[in-house]
């Protein structure tokens, strides 16, 4: 079974900063993507930023400047760097990741199980 395990979040301070990480194992082939969506209290899940097999990153508008993405490949890890954080950014953030999955034989996303980030003073 194919898993991604988030590490990193947890309390900070207005203006503060917190580094996600997220790895995933099991039997799996091909990452094509990797990714991080979040989730504030009574909102719709929004998309964070996309990293594909190259490195190539897609930050959402309003993350720019403070948000930075990155991938090990050889660790199947994504990375997501947040400085200047602010109290809107509390959400359960969430990464995924579009691979191929040797146990169903097909390309599929993988979701992991989120992690809390709760930015307050």
């Known amino acids: 079974q194919v898993q991604l395990v988030e590490s990193g979040g947890g309390l900070v301070q207005p203006g503060g900063s917190l580094r996600l990480s997220c790895a995933a194992s099991?039997?799996?082939?091909?990452?094509?993507?990797m990714g991080w969506y979040r989730q504030a209290p009574g909102q719709q899940r929004e998309s964070v930023t996309i990293v594909t097999d190259h490195g190539i990153t897609n930050l959402t508008d309003s993350m720019k400047g403070r948000f930075t993405a990155s991938r090990d490949n050889a660790k199947n890890t994504v990375f997501l760097q947040m400085n200047s954080l602010k109290p809107e950014d509390t959400a359960v953030y969430y990464c995924?990741?579009?691979?191929?999955?040797?146990?169903?034989?097909?390309?599929?996303?993988?979701w992991g199980r989120g992690i809390q980030v709760t930015v307050s003073s």
């Open positions: 995924y990741a579009d691979l191929y999955d040797y146990n169903f034989w097909r390309r599929r996303i993988v």
């Open positions: 099991g039997n799996f082939g091909a990452v094509y993507y």
